[in-house]
C-alpha cells in the first residue's frame, strides 16, 4: 500500500544541522515535497524534487533522494528558532502528478536556544 | 497574489448540524484541492476539482460530505449529519495543472 514514514521528533541545538528523513513506497513518483506547518497554521511548501534528481539544494535546504532506497532527506543549515515546525515529507504516486499527495506523519523539529 | 483563503477558521458544532466551508484559491489557479487532518497525522486526500470539474474523490469521503466549485473560482465543502469523527482541520490547497500544491490556512472543527 502507499505508505510516507517518518521520525516523530528531531531536537537540535541553535547554529546546527538538522536532518529529517522520510521513506516513500511508490518508485514511481515524479515529485517529492517538503513541506512545514507551524501552530494553527496550513503548510508551507518548502521545497521539492523531481525524482530524476539526486540533490537539490536552496539556501539553507539541502534536499537528498535516494530512489533505490525511496529515501529522501531535508538538511537544514545554522538551524534557527523560527525553523521549530512540523515538517512533512509528500510524494504524488504514479506518474500522473495529480497533486493527490501521501503525506507522511510529520516531523517535530524542536530547536533549542 | 493573496495566498489560498478559507472560511471560517474555526467551527463548533453539536453532533448532526450541518457545516460549509469555503476556499478561495490562488487567483488563476485551475486546480483546487481538499484535504483533511487529524491531531498528530499529516493531511489525507479528500477530492480535487480541474476548474468546475470534480475529478477525483477519496473513500474517505462518505456521501455525507459534498464539494462543489460551481464557477470554477471558489469552492465549498458541506458536510452534513456531523460525527464527532468529522472533527479535524479541513485544509484547501491550490495549483496550476501540475505546479505544486499551495495551502490555506485550514478550517478547525470541532464537533461537541
Known amino acids: 500500500g502507499e505508505d510516507v514514514e517518518q521520525s516523530l521528533f528531531l531536537s537540535v541545538r541553535e547554529g546546527d544541522s538538522s536532518v529529517i528523513n522520510c521513506t516513500y513506497t511508490d518508485s514511481s513518483s515524479t515529485y517529492l515535497y517538503w513541506y512545514k506547518q507551524e501552530p494553527g497554521a496550513g503548510l508551507q511548501l518548502l521545497t521539492y524534487i523531481f525524482s530524476n534528481m539526486d540533490m537539490k539544494q536552496d539556501q539553507r535546504l539541502t534536499v537528498l533522494l535516494n530512489k533505490k532506497d525511496k529515501h529522501l532527506s531535508l538538511r537544514i543549515a545554522d538551524t534557527q528558532t523560527g525553523d521549530s515546525a512540523i515538517y512533512f515529507c509528500a510524494e504524488n504516486p504514479g506518474s500522473s502528478n495529480t497533486g493527490k499527495l501521501i503525506f507522511g506523519q510529520g516531523t517535530t523539529l524542536q530547536v533549542k536556544p | 497574489d493573496t495566498g489560498v483563503s478559507q472560511n471560517p477558521r474555526h467551527k463548533i458544532t453539536k453532533r448532526g448540524q450541518n457545516v460549509t466551508f469555503r476556499c478561495d484559491p490562488i487567483?488563476?489557479?485551475?486546480?483546487l484541492y481538499w484535504y483533511r487532518q487529524t491531531l498528530g497525522q499529516g493531511p489525507e486526500f479528500l477530492t480535487y476539482f480541474q476548474n468546475e470539474a470534480q475529478l477525483e474523490k477519496s473513500r474517505l469521503l462518505s456521501d455525507r460530505f459534498s464539494a462543489e466549485r460551481p464557477k470554477g473560482s471558489f469552492s465549498t465543502l458541506e458536510i452534513q449529519r456531523t460525527e464527532q469523527g468529522d472533527s479535524a482541520m479541513y485544509l484547501c490547497?491550490?495549483?496550476?495543472?501540475?505546479?505544486?500544491?499551495?495551502f490555506g490556512n485550514g478550517t478547525r472543527l470541532t464537533v461537541t
Open positions: 487567483s488563476e489557479h485551475n486546480r
Open positions: 490547497a491550490s495549483s496550476v495543472d501540475n505546479s505544486p500544491l499551495h
